[in-house]
T-cell receptor, first 115, second 110 residues
């Protein structure tokens, strides 16, 4: 089954404790992305990757890191989480880097609470 | 700047028709997407428009006018399961990034 998986699905942590949210896709997609979703603000892109070892900042990258060592995996790292990073996080992937109706496939989401 | 506007919330009756509007002001345009998102779940793809006009897909249709910076999603024969948020997103830039609207929460009443 074609899918994007994220782990953990729910996480409650404390300020300053490093954490990693994993993301994996089995569709051989080149493009992967991380979003956060907050009430009234819509989806905001944190980082994206066009291919292995190619990553770039989205709209709200501060406080986050990513890596793309393998095509299927795109972990999101919070080195020192703060309460303003409490949010719902989605990983997404799609095929291709150009035009065309390339729909994005989303993971199930990770609800993070930082106290 | 980049801006996408959608109504925050709409209410409709089961079996009726509803139109959800989306207006955008973006630097560049490479297509417009509509996604459906049920509460607590991931967004799922509904439609894609890159040329002006109407795209029909079953009970759902999406319209685009690039000159007006305007799109709408039309849902016919509404069912209770259509209660969800509907997200409008515009693809921009050389890397084809998506700019997202805040979403429209659609409430269906019996």
């Amino acid at each position: 089954e074609a899918q994007v998986t994220q782990n953990p699905r729910y996480l409650i942590t404390v300020t300053g404790k490093k954490l990693t949210v994993t993301c994996s896709q089995n569709m051989n997609h080149e493009y992967m992305s991380w979003y956060r979703q907050d009430p009234g603000l819509g989806l905001r892109q944190i980082y994206y990757s066009m291919n292995v070892e190619v990553t770039d900042k989205g709209d709200v990258p501060e406080g986050y890191k990513v890596s793309r060592k393998e095509k299927r995996n795109f972990p999101l790292i919070l080195e020192s989480p703060s309460p303003n990073q409490t949010s719902l996080y989605f990983c997404a992937s799609r095929n291709g880097g150009g035009a065309g109706s390339y729909e994005q496939y989303f993971g199930p989401g990770t609800r993070l609470t930082v106290t | 700047g980049q801006n996408i506007d959608q109504p925050t919330e709409m209410t409709a009756t089961e079996g009726a028709i509803v139109q959800i509007n989306c207006t955008y002001q973006t630097s560049g345009f490479n297509g417009l997407f509509w996604y459906q998102q049920h509460a607590g779940e991931a967004p799922t793809f509904l439609s894609y428009n890159v040329l002006d006009g109407l795209e029909e897909k079953g009970r759902f249709s999406s319209f685009l006018s690039r000159s007006k910076g305007y799109s709408y999603l039309l849902l016919k024969e509404l069912q209770m399961k259509d209660s969800a948020s509907y997200l409008c997103a515009v693809r921009v830039g050389s890397n084809y990034q998506l700019i997202w609207g805040a979403g429209t929460k659609l409430i269906i009443k019996p």
